[in-house]
């Protein structure tokens, strides 16, 4: 009898017991509901060592406002911080509007080039030969303009480049009278004559080797061009700047006579 009396008095122990710790559990619950109302659930560090997981929240934290702080797009001022700024900061991004300006043309961009002759020169040194190459070259723009240049070098580009640097600088301007020249002239340089006459409009430049060269860039359209002697196409182009060089307009004839146009033609 006594046993059986101890037993329901241990069961009712365990029973409070076990109440005791339901109650427990549903107040952990109730905590947790409301220091997390979205619903989201700790975790395990979270729960096992709260110290540990405010550290590691720090640490996390700490890196990104570094990086933040490096990004230029989030700095003042960044991409991000784009405004109108400043009256002055405004005024220096407007001058891009006179780049697009249509700028003046150079004159003398507008002159042709014409080769005349390449030759490979040799040059005998102490050494033993020394090769180069020259490059005659006739520079004009069709208005009146022509000039003949000579270049040497080792290659074949240099010496084309010189020369025509070396025509732009020695430029001769021949007067016109309609479409051909105002008289004939004969010149001569070294071996090579050449005898220049004016034309009859629709004649055409009548010429040949070099000195039709000089003669298509220099603009006139009709002449009439012989040359006598050497047939040398340096000699020959040089003699013919040499007689466009020689070429009188009539006002500057009458004006040395002192008289007028009409009076030295008719």
């Keep these: 009898?006594?046993?059986?009396?101890?037993?329901?008095?241990?069961?009712?122990?365990?029973?409070?017991?076990?109440?005791?710790?339901?109650?427990?559990?549903?107040?952990?619950?109730?905590?947790?509901?409301?220091?997390?109302?979205?619903?989201?659930?700790?975790?395990?560090?979270?729960?096992?060592?709260?110290?540990?997981?405010?550290?590691?929240?720090?640490?996390?934290?700490?890196?990104?406002?570094?990086?933040?702080?490096?990004?230029?797009?989030?700095?003042?001022?960044?991409?991000?911080?784009?405004?109108?700024?400043?009256?002055?900061?405004?005024?220096?991004g407007r001058g891009r509007k006179d780049s697009h300006q249509a700028q003046p043309e150079d004159p003398k961009n507008d002159f042709k080039e014409k080769v005349i002759q390449i030759r490979r020169v040799t040059k005998v040194v102490k050494g033993g030969k020394?090769?180069?190459?020259?490059?005659?070259?006739?520079?004009?723009?069709?208005?009146?303009?022509?000039?003949?240049?000579?270049?040497?070098?080792?290659?074949?580009?240099?010496?084309?480049?010189?020369?025509?640097?070396?025509a732009k600088k020695n430029l001769v301007t021949v007067p016109f009278h309609k479409t051909t020249i105002p008289h004939p002239v004969t010149t001569k340089v070294c071996g090579s004559i050449i005898v220049i006459k004016p034309a009859s409009e629709g004649t055409g430049v009548i010429a040949g080797g070099s000195a039709r060269a000089?003669?298509?860039?220099?603009?006139?359209?009709?002449?009439?061009?012989?040359?006598?002697?050497?047939?040398?196409?340096?000699?020959?182009?040089?003699?013919?700047?040499?007689a466009l060089s020689e070429l009188r307009s009539f006002q500057s004839i009458a004006a040395d006579r002192g008289k007028t146009v009409k009076e030295i033609l008719f």
């Excluded at 070259?137 to 240049?149: A, H, M, R, Y």
């Excluded at 009709?222 to 700047?241: E, M």
Aim: charged share 25%; aromatic share 0%.
């Design 1 to 92: 009898m006594p046993n059986d009396a101890m037993q329901p008095e241990e069961n009712n122990e365990q029973v409070h017991q076990d109440n005791q710790v339901t109650n427990q559990d549903s107040n952990k619950v109730e905590t947790a509901e409301e220091t997390n109302p979205e619903g989201n659930q700790p975790s395990e560090a979270a729960t096992a060592d709260p110290q540990a997981a405010v550290s590691d929240s720090t640490q996390k934290t700490a890196p990104e406002s570094s990086s933040r702080s490096k990004d230029p797009a989030n700095a003042p001022g960044g991409r991000r911080g784009r405004g109108r700024g400043s009256k002055d900061s405004r005024e220096g």
């Design 214 to 242: 000089v003669l298509d860039l220099s603009g006139i359209g009709d002449i009439l061009c012989k040359s006598l002697g050497s047939s040398s196409p340096l000699n020959t182009a040089r003699a013919t700047i040499q």
């Design 130 to 166: 020394k090769l180069s190459f020259r490059a005659i070259v006739v520079v004009g723009n069709s208005d009146g303009q022509v000039g003949l240049g000579v270049g040497k070098s080792n290659e074949v580009v240099g010496a084309i480049q010189k020369a025509v640097a070396s």
